[in-house]
């Protein structure tokens, strides 16, 4: 008898795919969910795919059978770079995962951890901002606004990791080239993983070569920086253990639930930190500010609330952050209408089951179409509209409880860093509001401005954000 497996729009399985496999996987399986319904079986290559657009299905993915669908599937690039799958992100479902998992929860990414770096924050913003400045007062003001972004996401998140004491220019501009190689890797769905059994396909696409050379950056660049801080016993920054640090001292008490973490365990962990803290909230941080320049109204409003929370004061701190709703609601729009990883992270199942009265069998890989039911018409008034109000007055958040918006995804595999997520955009943005008055250059129109997206895995703008910036103080 056959199974009874959900609508697929393809009868040829592999031929018919193909135009699938491009980096805009997302916006394809929108249009295919329009017409085939919001639970699809795509038979992309080798691999039994299945494709969830609705808030329903994603409840049935991410929550109701969120054990059968915990795992993730093995991935080429993601197997070399990530040592052989032994990070959080990627390792399958298992007793290996747990215990990272919990590690990385207990001790890296809670909130009373992320709190204890505000000072590194803090510092890093002034910088960026006197060097904004700077540029700002040159000839044209002109300011290329997103690689500033992604120097200060990188610069936080590397003195988070090693302490200042051991980021010389040399080791953070390695750090900066491995973070857009690993972007590079991971910027769509490879043929490989799309016919695993045909190993000869790596002859071809050169991933393997481009990802084991990645891999030894990154590897060597730990292994130094783990030993010096075995030599010199820590890097901590004011007093704060930085997070390698941390994984030593626990690595020293057996903390893997009586297994030892070892030296690779370790630096899987670290990898995620860079692999999915980084691009992630730099995105999100761009993308934010293209919505304000485009809604000068909402740019207005976020300033009022500013200057009205921190009283004459020159500079925002961590403290006035708390206070600020409209600025939290800006947050929660920007991740609605961009979420950086619009597909999550594939699941992969773990045996069969049954979803409504379809068939998924075992090690069927899963796509949620996060981007696709946050801004379905179905749920959601103008949803093509950048509307942060709708996020005032109302309890509707990103916890992974409501499937019509859940940007860190749901579940056990629910995003672990949604704390140094918050403090990585929502400090910057209100000192890049406060600090300086932003333009279009040229006398461009708003709706002139490009808001495409670029290929990747994770949704980045096409085009840098280049802006005028005027000192506002
Ligand atoms: C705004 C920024 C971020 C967004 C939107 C985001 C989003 C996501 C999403 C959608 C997932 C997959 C969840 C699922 O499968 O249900 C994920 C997983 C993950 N994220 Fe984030 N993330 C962000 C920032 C961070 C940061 C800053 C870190 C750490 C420094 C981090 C670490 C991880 C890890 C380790 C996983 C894998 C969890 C697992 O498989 O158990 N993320 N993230």
């Not at 197997?79 to 919990?102: A, H």
């Not at 890093?124 to 400045?133: G, K, L, P, S, Y």
């Not at 930190?273 to 304000?292: K, N, R, Y």
Request: proline share 5%; glycine share 8%; aromatic share 10%.
């Amino acid at each position: 008898k056959k199974p009874n497996l959900p609508p697929s729009p393809f009868k040829l399985p592999i031929i018919g795919n193909l135009h699938l496999l491009g980096p805009f996987a997302h916006k394809s399986f929108y249009e295919l969910s329009k017409k085939y319904g919001p639970i699809m079986h795509l038979q992309l290559g080798q691999v039994p795919t299945l494709v969830v657009s609705s808030p329903e299905f994603a409840r049935e993915v991410l929550k109701t059978q969120d054990k059968i669908f915990a795992s993730r599937p093995s991935l080429k690039a993601t197997k070399i770079l990530f040592y052989g799958s032994r990070d959080i992100g990627f390792s399958p479902y298992g007793e290996y995962w747990r215990q990272v998992r919990k590690i990385s929860t207990l001790h890296l990414f809670n909130s009373k951890r992320v709190q204890s770096y505000r000072g590194v924050r803090e510092e890093t913003v002034a910088h960026m901002i006197e060097n904004i400045r700077l540029v700002s007062t040159s000839s044209s003001g002109l300011v290329n606004l997103s690689e500033f972004i992604k120097s200060y996401v990188v610069d936080v998140i590397a003195r988070v990791t090693f302490g200042k004491a051991f980021l010389g220019e040399g080791v953070s501009d390695k750090i900066h080239r491995l973070v857009e190689e690993n972007g590079k890797l991971l910027l769509g769905l490879h043929l490989e993983d799309l016919f695993p059994s045909y190993k000869w396909l790596e002859f071809f696409t050169g991933l393997n070569v481009r990802a084991t050379k990645t891999f030894h950056g990154w590897d060597d660049l730990f292994d130094e920086l783990i030993e010096a801080h075995i030599c010199t016993g820590g890097g901590a920054d004011e007093g704060n253990s930085d997070f390698v640090d941390v994984l030593l001292t626990l690595q020293k008490e057996d903390s893997r639930d009586g297994a030892v973490l070892t030296r690779k365990d370790i630096k899987g962990i670290l990898q995620d930190v860079f692999g999915a803290g980084t691009d992630t909230s730099s995105v999100l941080l761009e993308w934010s500010m293209a919505e304000l320049i485009r809604n000068p109204n909402v740019m207005t409003k976020l300033k009022e609330e500013i200057k009205e929370t921190i009283k004459g004061k020159s500079t925002v701190d961590e403290d006035d952050i708390s206070q600020m709703e409209y600025l939290r609601a800006i947050f929660k729009e920007t991740l609605r209408l961009h979420p950086p990883a619009p597909l999550l992270i594939p699941r992969e199942s773990v045996e069969d089951t049954t979803i409504q009265n379809y068939n998924i069998p075992a090690r069927t890989r899963v796509f949620v179409n996060a981007w696709a039911i946050q801004r379905d018409t179905g749920y959601w008034e103008f949803p093509e509209e950048f509307l942060p109000e709708r996020f005032l007055h109302n309890s509707l958040d990103f916890n992974g409880n409501d499937f019509k918006f859940f940007p860190f995804g749901g579940g056990r595999r629910i995003c672990p860093g949604i704390h140094i997520g918050i403090s990585n955009f929502e400090l910057v943005l209100a000192n890049l509001i406060h600090h300086f008055e932003w333009k279009l250059p040229n006398g461009m129109k708003e709706r002139d401005f490009n808001m495409d997206d670029a290929p990747g895995i994770v949704t980045r703008k096409k085009s840098p954000l280049l802006l005028v910036a005027t000192d506002s103080q």
